[in-house]
């Protein structure tokens, strides 16, 4: 009997290359299933960061045009910026939100009657044209936190100096509600 020098994958090797293997797909699918979670939210989390932007600088620009003093820069009773979460509704004539005087946004185009809403590209892609799709933000809420600053010595006041919060608040079916905080200083002076 000739012994034959020829050698290869035994069994064993061979099942655990493809224990191996499907260890690595499993991890990878998982992977790819957590991607496609993070970009189904990609959209609200993007108008949560526009609109607590929009709203930081409607302030400064209120601020810096004399529409309001820095005095009134403050949450009610003592300013005109609601105390806690709202929904986002449209600006009333002051032309800032999350104040008392806002109201129901008017419908337009294919956005109906109520809260903000956003108007976003049909199947085709364009924006602009019959196909539109209006998103509701009626799952959204803002609130606008003015706080005081202390000076260095953390007991007094800082008087030209206030920190404002503008936090974000979405709902997504079958999630828990999600945030997104911006925060910033504002002074007395421009």
Same mark, same amino acid.
């Given at each position: ?16 290359a493809i224990a191996v293997l499907t260890i690595g ?17 990609? @959209? ?12 930081? @600088? ?15 820069? +403050? ?21 800032l939100v999350n104040t008392t005087d806002d109201v129901?946004?008017?419908? +337009?185009?294919?956005?109906? +009657? ?30 606008? +936190?003015?706080?005081?600053?202390? @000076? ?39």
């Amino acid at each position: 009997m000739q012994s034959s020098d020829q050698s290869g994958f035994t069994l064993v090797e061979t099942m655990i290359a493809i224990a191996v293997l499907t260890i690595g797909i499993l991890s990878l699918a998982a992977v790819l299933g957590t991607s496609v979670g993070r970009v189904e939210y990609a @959209e609200e989390q993007l108008i949560a960061r526009e609109k607590a932007l929009q709203a930081l @600088e409607s302030v400064y620009t209120a601020r810096n045009t004399s529409q309001i003093t820095f005095a009134q820069i +403050a949450n009610t009773p003592n300013g005109i910026f609601t105390l806690g979460a709202t929904q986002l509704l449209c600006a009333g004539p002051d032309g800032l939100v999350n104040t008392t005087d806002d109201v129901a946004c008017p419908a +337009a185009g294919p956005c109906p +009657a109520g809260p903000e809403c956003v108007v976003l590209p049909g199947p085709d892609g364009i924006l602009g044209d019959a196909d539109d799709v209006a998103m509701s933000l009626s799952n959204f809420t803002r609130q606008i +936190a003015i706080t005081n600053v202390l @000076e260095a010595d953390g007991v007094t006041v800082n008087p030209t100096l206030k920190s404002i919060t503008v936090t974000i608040t979405y709902a997504q079916s079958g999630a828990a509600p999600q945030a997104y905080t911006v925060q910033a200083l504002i002074s007395a002076y421009n």
